[in-house]
């Protein structure tokens, strides 16, 4: 169904920019793929405004798809019980193989804070991982979405994977 905010969001489409506007193509391959959840805290989640944040929304709620990294409303953690506080943070610079410093910086904040498990991404290429005090820390998954030869040495996870299989 096209409504006026999907007329909105067509107006805006710059087509020399990579986007994905179809949400009947979209809820299909995100469940094709088997992804159960996604993460929407990244740099391009207002690209175009609330118009395209909220249409996101709504088109990942339609598809009964789990997603975090936005709220809207306050949240309130003293009320939260939890075994395993998880931080999922995008950040690190674009390309990228090894962290920044200030990303060190918030690890050791966050992990006094008590986080188990920090999982990184933005770099769009595999960064180092370690554990620390049974705590686990990924300072970036890889490339999932974006063409493998964009990233230095078309290094994805799945090629990174395959090549260590080799070995």
């Keep these: 169904m096209i409504d006026d905010d999907h007329l909105k969001l067509r107006a805006q489409f710059d087509s020399s920019k990579q986007s994905c506007l179809n949400a009947e193509m979209f809820n299909f391959l995100i469940r094709f793929a088997g992804f159960n959840a996604v993460a929407v805290a990244n740099n391009h989640f207002n690209d175009f405004g609330g118009v395209g944040s909220n249409f996101t929304v709504s088109v990942l709620q339609d598809a009964g798809m789990k997603y975090f990294g936005v709220s809207y409303g306050p949240y309130d953690s003293s009320q939260s019980k939890v ?27 966050l992990m006094s804070l008590g986080v188990h498990v920090i999982i990184g991404s933005h770099s769009h290429v595999l960064q180092q991982h370690f554990y620390h005090d049974n705590k686990a820390v990924k300072f970036c998954l890889g490339n999932f979405l974006f063409p493998p030869g964009r990233t230095p040495g078309g290094n994805n996870p799945v090629m990174y994977m395959k090549s260590h299989e080799l070995e």
Excluded: R
Aim: aromatic share 14%.
């Design 83 to 109: 075994d395993i506080m998880v931080v999922y943070i995008h950040w690190g610079g674009e390309l990228f193989v090894n962290p920044v410093p200030y990303q060190l910086h918030i690890t050791q904040h």
